[in-house]
């Protein structure tokens, strides 16, 4: 792929390339192996950006596990507008199991923690979190983030799942937003 990419009014440059998330990947696949082989996990995805991420970590785990899916948003353009909306709740029974959240990137935090509560008033026994990318600087909650595959910088971010208003989340590589 190119080394910049134009979308909208906006220009990435690429910071980290495929092969890389590849092998990122890999590492959080095979920590998450360790963990829940015996625990009969539901995986939860959280839409849209989580489902590349989701995709290149499932083919990897070799347990039996569900996957389901909810659709939360907060981010309008390249800021977080702070508001946490659910597009899309969860709908299956959730009592007493572990649940593993898949997300492509966390930032502040606020969705994990919105989320994280809402699983466990739902009766989880266990809720924990593997993301692609994870912004240290940003991140104000305290809750642990148990799988990382990259620690990045508080700057914009798309490609692998990501996106930019909808845009770039098939690009096979990470694209930082030009300074």
Do not use: W
């Amino acid at each position: 792929m190119s080394e910049k990419v134009t979308l909208l009014d906006k220009t990435f440059v690429k910071y980290i390339t495929a092969d890389k998330i590849d092998e990122a990947i890999a590492k959080v696949a095979a920590d998450i192996m360790l963990e829940y082989r015996y625990d009969d996990p539901i995986l939860l995805i959280t839409l849209n950006g989580a489902i590349v991420f989701a995709v290149d970590l499932l083919k990897q785990l070799d347990f039996p596990c569900r996957i389901s899916c909810v659709k939360l948003s907060s981010y309008s353009g390249t800021e977080s507008t702070g508001t946490i909306n659910s597009l899309i709740g969860l709908n299956e029974d959730i009592r007493g199991k572990r649940i593993l959240i898949l997300e492509d990137i966390v930032d502040t935090g606020r969705t994990y923690v919105h989320l994280h509560k809402m699983l466990m008033d739902a009766g989880a026994k266990d809720v924990r979190i593997a993301t692609m990318t994870m912004k240290p600087e940003a991140y104000k909650a305290d809750l642990p983030v148990h799988y990382v595959g990259f620690s990045i910088p508080n700057k914009f971010v798309v490609g692998r799942g990501l996106d930019y208003d909808g845009y770039g989340r098939n690009l096979p590589d990470i694209y930082q937003v030009e300074s």
